[in-house]
């Protein structure tokens, strides 16, 4: 369960990050790309580790919130699946039709 909140915090960040403040994005990068700990975080910025965990939880919160709204990743994981669909399909000569269709879907997937 840890692994995938990480990976899907990292995924909503990527997508979501020019929307945070500055102290947000520090706090984040820290935590979750570059594996600090809370308390590391509180010495660098000198202040406390709630204050940190704090401003975490509010980020991810708000992330989420992001995501509910406007779908970013719902919609890159939808065309990924369909082009490994598509990739499978090609290797294995699948028809043309089958192909042009999933094609199609990830048109209307943007």
Same mark, same amino acid.
């Given at each position: 369960?840890?692994?995938?909140k990480?990976?899907?915090?990292?995924?909503?960040?990527?997508?979501?990050?020019?929307?945070?403040?500055?102290?947000?994005?520090?706090?984040?990068?820290?935590?979750?790309?570059?594996?600090?700990?809370?308390?590391?975080?509180?010495?660098?910025?000198?202040?406390?580790r +709630?204050?940190?965990?704090?401003?975490?939880?509010?980020?991810?919160?708000?992330?989420?919130?992001?995501?509910?709204?406007?779908?970013?990743?719902?919609?890159?994981?939808?065309? +990924?699946?369909?082009?490994k669909?598509?990739?499978?399909?090609?290797?294995?000569?699948?028809?043309?039709?089958?192909?042009?269709?999933?094609?199609?879907?990830?048109?209307?997937?943007?």
């Open positions: 369960m840890l692994l995938e990480t990976t899907r915090m990292n995924f909503l960040f990527d997508f979501y990050q020019a929307l945070l403040t500055e102290k947000q994005r520090s706090y984040m990068e820290l935590y979750y790309l570059d594996d600090h700990s809370l308390g590391e975080i509180a010495e660098s910025y000198e202040i406390s +709630q204050a940190v965990y704090d401003n975490i939880r509010r980020t991810e919160a708000m992330l989420e919130e992001y995501e509910d709204k406007l779908r970013l990743l719902e919609k890159f994981q939808q065309r +990924q699946q369909l082009l669909q598509l990739t499978a399909a090609l290797e294995q000569g699948g028809d043309k039709e089958a192909c042009l269709a999933l094609v199609e879907q990830l048109k209307e997937s943007d």
